[in-house]
């Protein structure tokens, strides 16, 4: 290196002899020029005599500010660097030196020696490969192939002893120690990876373990168990997106050789991830897996039942009913297969064959709300109101989630009902209704009203006045009660009570003559 070095010094002489020797130019930038590179030869000479590393590297670096364009400067400022232990602004260097100049050999010795020194044999001989072919039979690079060579056997040889002790070792925790200190050896010895990543899955240290065997999986470790195993991880962890590519990795792999178990694993993840689409409505994407899913298990019910309730989702009701009816035929004991199929039948405005579904429920499990309501909803549809009030009666009693929307569907069927006695004159049924409607909203007041009017047309009147009492008693503020109760106490003889209610509607209602006109009738009994 170093008689390398006087001959690249007596070329950077005769350059500097050469740049005196150019004629004088009026251009000052190129004066300027010249006269920067001259003491860049200056300050690249001192550094080059100077036996103090820390002055090499000044020197140099000042060089290199008044020409930045010199390969052999940075080539010497790197060794500088080397021999200060600086590695990598050692490579940085050299390498700066070879973007300048791609040819210059001292640059590609400089950079292997650093490598091999760092212990990185693999760019190490790549830097000696191309010196090599620059310089064929160069001793220097000769030498440093033979080094990391020799390297590379005892390095394998510890390896392969340290390997085969961590394969006999009993326990996890000793596994872990050898596959880490090969690691320490070889960074890139993928089976140390995938051994220490079941060792850390033994032991349920799952985050270690998936980065060990995604570091396996990136060096291309030979071992198709990988993607079972991390899928393993995936699954426990609710990764299902990653764990259902790592098991159809891992099946593409084996092929034949996945079995059983895998297609479980599968379809068990393809259903989890439907399910999931399915609850955030993303129905399409559910429906593919819930397929994915029957390829596997072609006679799963649960299966059909789940993609017919995202068809259902998504409004296509004959593809819904379709998978209903594959569900049914796999499990027909299962009721609610039998009401989802009775939904679709009603989205499809089949109502009979609803009601038919629905009530097969009823007679094989019984009081089952979903079914008697749903049931209850399609009788509605066909008119048969009696059948549907029976319907919502027995739901409306039953605790489940349907008795709230049950019993709003009560009150506007006895609304639309005590409305067509009235319409008739069949006032006892009317009343029957009301009756039924306070059972349903006792703190309704208008429904009291209501009722206590129907009883004034039935000449109940003692029953009038206690509706009256009722609707005052929960707040109802409406003239017409005090009316109303004012004629029944009359008919009941009870006038100083009446005189308080058409009292009470002066007050509202000062202008209206009618009610002075009862209230002296009132006052003329009361003195007779």
């Not at 400067?73 to 500088?80: F, P």
């Not at 310089?135 to 510890?158: A, C, M, N, W, Y």
């Not at 479980?264 to 899913?293: P, S, V």
């Not at 009788?379 to 049950?406: C, F, I, T, W």
Request: proline share 3%; with cysteine.
């Amino acid at each position: 290196l170093e008689e390398n070095f006087r001959q690249l010094l007596k070329q950077l002489e005769n350059q500097y002899l050469h740049l005196m020797s150019l004629p004088f130019s009026t251009s000052v930038e190129e004066k300027e020029q010249r006269e920067r590179q001259a003491e860049a030869l200056v300050w690249y000479r001192r550094g080059y005599q100077t036996q103090e590393v820390d002055q090499k590297i000044d020197y140099y670096s000042r060089s290199l500010e008044l020409d930045p364009m010199n390969p052999a400067v940075y080539n010497n400022r790197g060794l500088a660097y080397y021999l200060k232990g600086h590695y990598d602004l050692a490579i940085q260097d050299c390498s700066k030196a070879l973007s300048l100049d791609p040819f210059y050999l001292q640059a590609y010795l400089c950079r292997a020696q650093v490598y091999y020194h760092q212990g990185q044999s693999k760019e190490a001989l790549q830097d000696c490969k191309k010196g090599l072919e620059l310089s064929p039979g160069d001793p220097e690079f000769t030498k440093i192939v033979h080094l990391i060579e020799q390297r590379g056997k005892k390095l394998t040889e510890r390896i392969q002893a340290i390997f085969q002790t961590a394969q006999q070792a009993e326990h996890e925790e000793q596994q872990i120690i050898h596959y880490t200190e090969l690691l320490q050896l070889d960074p890139n010895f993928s089976d140390a990876y995938y051994y220490r990543a079941r060792a850390y899955q033994t032991k349920g240290l799952i985050h270690q373990a998936l980065l060990d065997y995604t570091h396996a999986v990136r060096l291309h470790a030979p071992y198709p168990e990988i993607f079972y195993y991390r899928g393993l991880l995936y699954e426990q962890k609710g990764d299902e997106e990653r764990a259902i590519k790592d098991f159809e990795r891992f099946k593409q792999l084996k092929d034949k050789e996945a079995g059983e178990v895998i297609n479980q694993k599968l379809t068990h993840l393809y259903r989890n991830r439907g399910w999931n689409y399915l609850q955030r409505g993303q129905n399409q994407e559910a429906i593919e897996d819930f397929a994915k899913a029957l390829e596997l298990l072609a006679n799963e019910a649960t299966l059909y039942s789940l993609r017919g309730q995202a068809y259902h989702q998504m409004q296509n009701y004959q593809k819904a009913l379709d998978d209903y009816n594959q569900a049914i035929h796999f499990n027909p004991s299962e009721a609610d297969f039998f009401c989802r199929r009775g939904s679709a039948l009603a989205s499809l405005q089949n109502y009979p064959q609803a009601i038919l579904d629905y009530s097969k429920v009823l007679e094989s499990h019984g009081e089952y709300p979903e079914a008697r309501f749903y049931r209850g909803a399609c009788y509605e549809q066909v008119g048969n109101l009696e059948a549907a009030l029976q319907d919502y009666e027995h739901v409306v009693k039953m605790p489940s989630r349907y008795a709230e929307n049950a019993q709003s569907r009560l009150m506007n069927l006895y609304v639309y009902q005590q409305e067509h006695y009235s319409q008739q004159h069949k006032l006892s049924e009317a009343i029957v209704c009301y009756d039924k409607l306070i059972l349903l909203v006792p703190q309704n007041a208008p429904f009291y009203l209501r009722r206590g009017l129907l009883h004034i047309a039935t000449q109940q009147t003692e029953r009038a006045v206690a509706d009256f009492n009722y609707a005052l008693e929960l707040g109802l503020k409406d003239p017409q009660i005090y009316y109303q109760r004012g004629l029944a106490l009359s008919q009941l003889g009870q006038y100083a009570q009446a005189l308080l209610d058409y009292t009470q509607i002066i007050q509202y209602q000062p202008e209206n003559g009618e009610i002075y006109t009862k209230r002296a009738e009132a006052y003329f009994h009361l003195q007779k």
